[in-house]
């Protein structure tokens, strides 16, 4: 076997594990609103998340607009 037979195969899954990246991505940024998937949150990044939602009603999107109820 000749090792030019074996491209198509690399190819595939190189395709493959790339298409399944790309996709993972776009549906985390749909629905985290434009943002990607948050690593490492520990318990100070918790607490800055609920402030921000009480500040601006969003933990996603910060504004320095107030939220007036």
């Known amino acids: 076997m ?10 595939v899954i190189v395709g493959a594990l790339a298409a399944s990246g790309f996709v993972m991505h776009t549906v985390q940024k749909l629905f985290h609103k434009g ?4 690593y490492f949150v520990d318990e100070w ?20 607009a107030p939220r007036y109820t």
């Open 35 to 38: 943002h990607t998937r948050r």
């Open 2 to 11: 000749v090792w030019t037979e074996s491209l198509p195969g690399i190819g």
């Open 45 to 64: 990044d918790r607490q800055m998340m609920k402030r921000d939602e009480r500040i601006t009603g969003s933990v996603d999107i910060q504004s320095d």
